[in-house]
């Protein structure tokens, strides 16, 4: 990633140039100085799989308003857990209030 000197924008690329959308300033690319900003995953742990069967529902904290898949139930506890890297949003996890069917935000 480029960020513009005149301006501070972010760059985008075109052919062997770095362009401002911005303010237009044009910068040539320097391949080497591109290797040492690349990012990669090497190195980077595997996020771990969270498990919370073994918590009890009264245990699992607020409630919030959400249909459980299992049952239909319209109330379920949540809580919030950082389970992918730290620049990526947090995953709730819910609990249904009868069935204590457990399921993520994403799951359905």
């Given at each position: 990633?480029q960020?513009?000197?005149e301006?501070g924008s972010?760059?985008?690329?075109?052919?062997d140039?770095?362009?401002?959308?911005?303010?237009?300033?044009?910068?040539l690319?320097?391949?080497?100085?591109?290797?040492?900003?690349a990012?990669?995953?090497?190195?980077?742990e595997?996020?771990?799989?969270?498990?919370?069967?073994?918590?009890?529902a009264?245990e699992?904290?607020?409630?919030?308003?959400?249909?459980?898949?299992?049952?239909?139930?319209?109330?379920a506890?949540?809580e919030?857990?950082?389970?992918r890297a730290?620049?990526e949003?947090?995953?709730r996890?819910f609990?249904?209030t009868?069935?204590e069917?457990k399921?993520?935000?994403?799951?359905h």
């Open positions: 990633m960020f513009c000197d301006c972010m760059m985008k690329t075109e052919d140039r770095w362009v401002c959308g911005s303010c237009g300033n044009e910068e690319r320097d391949s080497a100085a591109e290797q040492e900003m990012v990669t995953t090497q190195g980077q595997e996020s771990e799989i969270v498990d919370t069967s073994e918590v009890d009264e699992m904290g607020p409630t919030t308003s959400t249909r459980c898949p299992e049952c239909g139930n319209d109330r506890y949540y919030m857990k950082q389970i730290a620049d949003s947090e995953t996890f609990t249904c009868e069935c069917h399921w993520r935000e994403d799951d």
